[in-house]
Each structure stands twice: as C-alpha cells, then as structure tokens.
C-alpha cells in the first residue's frame, strides 16, 4: 500500500509526500514527525505542519503520479477545492 498524504505548513500552503508504509505511520507518524521536527527542507521553515489527509493506493506508480499531479498546475486547484 502507498499513501500520499497532505500537510498544511504554518504559511497556509500545502506540502505533499508520499509514503509506503501507511500502518507504520499512523502508529509513528514518523514522516509527520520528521516534518514537525524540521527534518524535512521543504517544510522546516514553514512549521509548525498539520496533517489534513491522506489517499491510499494500492499502485506504487499511481501513488506517485497522484502525488506529482497534486503538486503541479490543475492539481493544487484541485487540492484546494477539495482538501484546504
């Protein structure tokens, strides 16, 4: 299973990722942890982070390009109108 998930940064912007391990996560939140800690360079000057959801896919590729779509052009439109 791969999961992209959505975090809200402190500056009111999204930040997608993508994860393999949903199960470890959730009981961890290791990969919202590492973002919260400022592990991350992509969000360690927008915390704190929030996570807003997350999609599961049971296709590695789909995941990924679920999550390249989201982050270009009618995808950010589309993670606003649905998720922020």
């Known amino acids: 299973m791969y999961t992209v998930y959505i975090l ?4 009111g912007k999204p930040y997608t990722g993508c994860t393999e391990n949903l199960e470890e996560r959730l009981e961890r939140l290791e990969r919202l942890e590492r973002h919260i800690d400022g592990y991350v360079p992509a969000t360690e000057n927008r ?4 996570l ?7 296709d590695r ?4 390009e679920f ?3 989201l982050k270009f052009g009618s995808g950010r439109a589309f993670l606003k109108r649905h998720f922020l």
Do not use: G, Q, S
Not at 52 to 58: A, G, L, Q
Not at 61 to 64: C, P, R
């Open 61 to 64: 590729y789909k995941a990924f």
């Open 52 to 58: 807003v959801t997350y999609i599961v896919f049971n």
């Open 47 to 50: 915390r704190p982070v929030k």
């Open 67 to 69: 999550e390249k779509y």
């Open 8 to 11: 809200k940064c402190a500056d």
